[in-house]
């Protein structure tokens, strides 16, 4: 048997909440709305969900797994430490590192 989309949202979506907007900040959400082809309160979830991380369990798995599969060139932590701290000498002015190499 085949399930209407609209009919799982329909039932996942089971709590009311009641948001005042002002009227300029009410149009430009519609028309955002409208242009991406939703309604209101689907972009409100939408703008809830991206901000909040109220990202489904299945999507966060996937992402997961997907960040698993990946094989990426990693050093070994003395590399990346090499690699990623500057030496101390690196961190003083330029005049010094020459006053410093003069007296060597």
């Known amino acids: 048997m085949e ?28 028309r955002l709305a409208a242009r991406r082809g939703t309604s209101l309160g689907g972009l ?13 369990w299945e999507e966060r798995a996937a992402a997961v797994e997907e ?15 090499r690699e990623s701290v500057p030496q101390p000498e690196d961190l003083l002015p330029e005049e010094r590192r020459k006053r410093g190499r003069r007296t060597s």
């Open 44 to 56: 409100v979830r939408e703008a809830c969900e991206a901000h909040y991380g109220l990202v489904p």
């Open 67 to 81: 960040l698993a599969s990946l094989t990426l060139p990693v050093a070994s932590p003395t590399v990346i430490e």
């Open 3 to 30: 399930v209407d989309r609209d009919m799982e949202v329909t039932m996942q979506l089971s709590k009311k909440t009641t948001i005042l907007f002002s009227p300029e900040l009410h149009e430009r959400l519609l």
